[in-house]
C-alpha cells in the first residue's frame, strides 16, 4: 500500500512547525501512524523537539533538500521505507526550498511507486507578505513559487494586520494561485481534516465561502514499465508531451539494452544515461494541469509488454 506524502512549504519563520504539530495529533487521533523528515538549512537541529519520541523522525542538516543533500535525501527515505512502521509521511523543508525541486528530489525512481503525493502546503506569513520590499527579489521569486504551486495555503498571523490589509493579502494570495484553498488565520490554526483529504490530482478550491470548483495544480504522476519499449516510440511520446511538464525521470527498459536506461528531462532538455544494473523501471513524470488518465494510458501504448 502506497504511503501518503504531504510536504510543508513556506519561509522561514512562517509557522510550519507549529502547522506540523497540529498534523501530527491529527494523523494519530485517526490511528494513522506519521513520519517526519525535517531539513534544516544550518548544521544544528532546531525544530526537532517538535516531534514525539513515538513518531519516526529523520533529519538532512545543513543543506537545502533541493540542493545540496538530494542524495542524502534518498538515503534516509529508502532507510524509513525499510526500517519504520508509518501510514503518512510529512516533509517540512526549509525556507529556502523551491516546492517543484521537493517534489523532484523525494520521488526517487527508486521507490516512486511506494509514495503518493498528495499535495503542498504553504504557510504564509502575512507581516513578512505585507513587508516583502525589505526582501530581495530573489526571495520574493522564492516566497511566490512556494504559494503557486500549493494545493493549500495558510495565510498566518492574521493577527498582525489591519482589517484591509488582510483583505488586500487573501486578494494578492489568490491572484497568484486560484487554484489553491486559502485560510486566514492565527498560530497556524487550520482544519486538519482539509489539509488531509487533499489530493494532488484533483484539488477542490475555495476561499472561505468562494464556490467550490475542480482544478489541477502541481503533480506527479508514477508509471512503472512492465515490459521492453521501443526507443523511437519513446522519443516521440517525450515529444509529444506538454510543455507543462517540469521533470521526468526514471529508468526506461529500452529493447537491445541489457539494463534499463537512465532518462532525465529538465524544462525540455531530455537526457540518455545508460544504465549498469536492474533498476526498478518506475517513470516519474512532475508537472502542472497534467491529465494523469491519459498520461498512463499513452505510456501503456509503448510498453510493449504490459
Same mark, same amino acid.
Given at each position: ?133 525589505? *526582501? $530581495?527579489?530573489? =526571495?520574493?521569486?522564492?516566497?511566490? #513559487?512556494?504559494?503557486?504551486? !500549493? +494545493? ?5 498571523? &492574521? ?65 512503472? *514499465? $512492465?515490459?521492453? =519499449?521501443?526507443?523511437?516510440?519513446? #522519443?516521440?511520446?517525450?515529444? !509529444? +508531451? ?5 521533470? &521526468? ?58
Amino acid at each position: 500500500m502506497k504511503k501518503d506524502v504531504y510536504i510543508l512549504s513556506g519561509f522561514l519563520g512562517s509557522g510550519k512547525t507549529t502547522l506540523l504539530k497540529e498534523l501530527l495529533q491529527s494523523l494519530k487521533d485517526q490511528n494513522k501512524k506519521p513520519a517526519v523528515l525535517m531539513n534544516e538549512l544550518g548544521n544544528v537541529s532546531i525544530d526537532s523537539d517538535a516531534v514525539n519520541d513515538d513518531t519516526a523522525l529523520r533529519e538532512l542538516l545543513d543543506g537545502c533538500i533541493c540542493c545540496t543533500i538530494s542524495e542524502k535525501l534518498e538515503s534516509q527515505l529508502q532507510e524509513l521505507l525499510l526500517n519504520e512502521e508509518f501510514d503518512v509521511l510529512i516533509i517540512e523543508t526549509t525556507g529556502a526550498a523551491h516546492p517543484v525541486e521537493v517534489v523532484d528530489s523525494i520521488l526517487s525512481p527508486l521507490f516512486a511507486d511506494r509514495f503518493e503525493f498528495r499535495g503542498i502546503i504553504t504557510v504564509v506569513d502575512g507581516l513578512q507578505w505585507r513587508n516583502r520590499a525589505d *526582501f $530581495s527579489p530573489a =526571495v520574493l521569486h522564492l516566497m511566490r #513559487e512556494q504559494i503557486r504551486h !500549493a +494545493q493549500y495555503i495558510v495565510a498566518n498571523k &492574521m493577527d498582525l494586520l489591519t482589517e484591509m490589509e488582510q483583505g488586500t493579502f487573501s486578494y494578492e494570495l489568490q491572484q497568484i494561485n486560484q487554484n489553491a484553498k486559502v485560510y486566514l488565520t492565527n498560530y497556524s490554526r487550520v482544519s486538519m481534516e482539509d489539509i488531509l483529504s487533499l489530493r494532488a490530482d484533483r484539488v477542490a478550491v475555495s476561499h472561505d465561502r468562494a464556490p467550490l470548483g475542480d482544478h489541477l495544480t502541481l503533480q506527479a504522476v508514477v508509471y512503472t *514499465f $512492465s515490459g521492453k =519499449v521501443n526507443g523511437e516510440a519513446f #522519443e516521440e511520446w517525450v515529444k !509529444a +508531451q506538454s510543455d507543462t511538464i517540469y521533470r &521526468m525521470k526514471g529508468y526506461v527498459p529500452l529493447q537491445g539494452r541489457k539494463h534499463p536506461t537512465l532518462f532525465q528531462y529538465s524544462y525540455g532538455m531530455p537526457l540518455f544515461m545508460p544504465g549498469e544494473m536492474n533498476y526498478p523501471t518506475n517513470f516519474v513524470i512532475i508537472g502542472e494541469n497534467l491529465h494523469k488518465k491519459e498520461i498512463i494510458q499513452s505510456l501503456q501504448e509503448i510498453d510493449l509488454m504490459k
